[in-house]
């Protein structure tokens, strides 16, 4: 996805939230967003590199003491690695929404982790989302028309194919009831090509059942949840209870691995109503979800 994600046209986002609230709003693209080229990233390269960046440079541009964070998906796993591992100390706040040291995903999502993509990987450098919409051949195709038989559940090739390559469900990443018609059609814009990278640490975190690093460096743990946590931050951590992408149980043994070191310091959240992307893009989520981030940067 991209930085724009988190403000769709048609529904009040949480950018509007946060500039009615008085915030001064930053968005990131770090290197695996659709608006760059791609790279095969890893989630350490992110955490190593793309968040300290980016963490300076807003301070360095605002002169501000502090940054306080809202991230999604990969994009929380990676800063909540780099708080882990002290590599931004100006954060007091992460607010984490789906997945952050620890991914447990549905037995069906493991299959296609430990056993698809080992097959895939000798073909293809990244998985390509618009296979859904695209005039591609061969194995591409085999995949989409694969993945378009088995979601019958909408007929808009982007959702089956983030489905299918993100998570298991009909769909995967939202409930259909959350989205306006507006946004479900944007969605076919915001997604991109995911690197094989990123699925080979995707899959070796969630055998160890922690993140993992997979290409050693001296600035990084090797396992991201077994040492006391080298930060001051606050995490607020936010679960979809239907998401099919990161199941809850991801947020819930981080919430346990932070309040074993830090006791009464952290905080959990489980959305009824919401899977994965919906936390941000439901039509209701700046009433029912936007006021509980909220509350948390202001704590
Ligand atoms: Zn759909």
């Known amino acids: 996805m991209r930085g724009e994600s988190f403000r769709p046209g048609g529904i009040r986002s949480l950018v509007d939230v946060l500039l009615d609230d008085g915030w001064d709003v930053w968005l990131f693209n770090w290197r695996g967003s659709i608006d760059l080229d791609p790279v095969p990233w890893t989630l350490d390269d992110v955490a190593l590199y793309d968040h300290p960046a980016a963490v300076r440079y807003v301070v360095a541009e605002t002169g501000a003491a502090a940054v306080k964070v809202i991230a999604h998906c990969q994009g929380s796993t990676t800063i909540c690695m780099a708080a882990v591992a002290g590599l931004v100390p100006e954060v007091t706040t992460i607010v984490s929404n789906g997945v952050s040291?620890?991914?447990?995903?549905?037995?069906?999502?493991?299959?296609?982790?430990?056993?698809?993509?080992?097959?895939l990987q000798s073909r293809e450098a990244y998985v390509d989302i618009a296979w859904g919409d695209g005039p591609e051949r061969g194995m591409r195709t085999l995949t989409r028309n694969a993945v378009r038989l088995w979601h019958f559940e909408c007929?808009?090739?982007?959702?089956?194919?983030?489905?299918?390559?993100?998570?298991?469900?009909?769909?995967?990443?939202?409930?259909h009831s959350n989205l306006t018609h507006t946004t479900h059609d944007w969605i076919r814009h915001e997604f991109g090509k995911i690197p094989m990278s990123f699925y080979a640490q995707l899959a070796a975190s969630e055998r160890a059942g922690q993140i993992m690093s997979i290409r050693p460096r001296p600035e990084l743990p090797t396992r991201y949840a077994t040492a006391p946590p080298q930060t001051q931050a606050r995490f607020a951590l936010f679960a979809g209870r239907h998401n099919r992408v990161f199941l809850p149980t991801s947020q819930k043994t981080t919430y346990a691995f932070l309040k074993r070191h830090q006791p009464g310091r952290h905080s959990l959240h489980v959305l009824d109503?919401?899977?994965?992307?919906?936390v941000f893009l439901g039509r209701h989520a700046h009433r029912e979800v936007f006021p509980k981030m909220l509350t948390e940067l202001h704590r």
């Open 101 to 119: 040291l620890h991914p447990h995903v549905p037995v069906a999502s493991r299959a296609k982790l430990h056993v698809l993509r080992p097959l």
């Open 155 to 175: 007929g808009n090739p982007t959702c089956n194919m983030a489905s299918f390559a993100l998570g298991s469900g009909h769909p995967a990443l939202w409930l």
């Open 273 to 278: 109503g919401y899977g994965h992307a919906d």
